[in-house]
């Protein structure tokens, strides 16, 4: 803590995160953490923007500066439910699924009723290969938000990996009939193509895969390397890795290196992407 500050500089200091919130909203995230950092340099304790100066961080793919200015703003603020939540999601970017865990309880245990967070949930043990406990979390979620889109998509793969085919289909079946919904009114929506094309590798509806990823692909853009949608998130390299892996399993060896090359340009240390090289025999 510091000493306090006077109502002119944290009428500033809140001026300056206003500005932030409007740049991020058009995409401008660099201009959107300039902002959000003199309103931190004006009032040190101001914990709502280190929680937006995390999320902007996110959007640039940032996570370890992200994870550590969330945990400036629990201790400024050690009961805000989203600092938790939000270095839980963090957290389990970088693969520390267990602090993850630990983060996303203490959200919970402020907030029982955030539906997000047990999506998030059922994400890590998918992670961590345990299904059934994604599947309870994630029946959790949909029970509190029947819409919840996220924990819907999750909840297809979860049934998927425990052999679950027809309710995996339904929920896949859900998640495609939004998404086909929203690109027909936004055609050049790269996420909504992500995940049409993710749901129909994972139905082995391979053709239809690779079409929708490819606009995905190429409806990407510039200023943004982490995508966010209903509360799902992938990045640029995630979209060249599924790319890669639809071309794989196509049998497109070709375009399957070539596409993970690309992913790993971008994440060259992801245990994913490697898998998949040494799937492919690269070198």
Known sequence: MVAPISIE???????????????ALTGKIDQAISEAKKAIEIDPDFAQAFNK?????LKKG????????????IVLNPENENSHFDLGRSLAMLGKYEEALESLNKALDRNPTHGETYSHTGLIYIHLGDNERAITNLQTALSKDPENLMASYLMAIACKNSGMENEANKYFKKVLDRYQHLVQSKSRFAEGHYYIGRCHYYLNNLEEALS?????????TDQIDFHYSFGMLYSDADAFYALAEAYQANGSTGKAIENLNKALAIDPQNHKFNDLKNRLGVR
């Open 53 to 57: 100066l995390g999320d902007y961080y």
């Open 62 to 73: 940032a996570i370890s500066e992200a994870v550590d200015v969330y945990r400036k703003s």
């Open 9 to 23: 500089e944290k009428d500033l200091a809140n001026q300056h995160l206003d500005r932030s919130i409007s740049f």
């Open 212 to 220: 929708h990823l490819e606009k995905a692909v190429e409806y990407d």
